[in-house]
């Protein structure tokens, strides 16, 4: 009897869902290998923006308590590059809600194929993408943390720039 893999395709970017979980010419084979590939790049590029953010609002907090003199060009300077930053994040968490979509999906594929009889190694696979699943989420909370820390910074830059104006 013929193995049907589930496929892992790119969502539809508009409205954020997956398209179709049967196999498209070029798409891979949804194995776990392939699925901690995923894990790994998505939980990369959190690491290292989480990194660069972290950088960039410490370095705004010394900028801002070392003197008010300070605030002019590289003050507009450093609050653009921070807003860039969250609209990378903001990307990114798009990404990772395609991603997490997908995921979800290629579980319940396989929680199906459990109910519709014993299938070799499946309950394992489905251990392992729960254990993707708490990375994902792990990753996504400490986004979300970083990205209120960050609106709370800016939004104390902007009360700070218009009280310097009166």
């Not at 010394?62 to 653009?80: A, E, K, V």
Request: aromatic letters at 6%; a positive charge.
């Amino acid at each position: 009897m013929a193995s049907i893999q589930p496929t892992i395709n790119v969502g539809d970017r508009r409205t954020r869902r997956p398209q179709s979980l049967e196999a498209m010419p070029g798409s891979l084979p949804l194995t776990f290998p392939v699925l901690v590939q995923m894990s790994r790049r998505v939980a990369g590029k959190v690491h290292a923006a989480t990194e660069d953010l972290i950088v960039l609002s410490t370095r705004y907090t010394y900028t801002r308590c070392i003197n008010m003199m300070l605030r002019g060009q590289r003050m507009r300077f450093l609050g653009l590059t921070m807003q860039l930053k969250m609209h990378e994040m903001n990307s990114l968490l798009e990404e990772m809600e395609v991603a997490w979509l997908e995921i979800q999906d290629q579980r319940a594929v396989l929680a199906n194929r459990i109910k519709t009889g014993p299938v070799r190694g499946i309950r394992t696979l489905l251990n392992k993408y729960d254990g993707i699943v708490r990375q994902f989420i792990k990753n996504s909370d400490a986004l979300c943390n970083m990205w209120t820390d960050l609106e709370g910074y800016l939004d104390e830059r902007d009360r700070l720039n218009y009280a310097s104006t009166l």
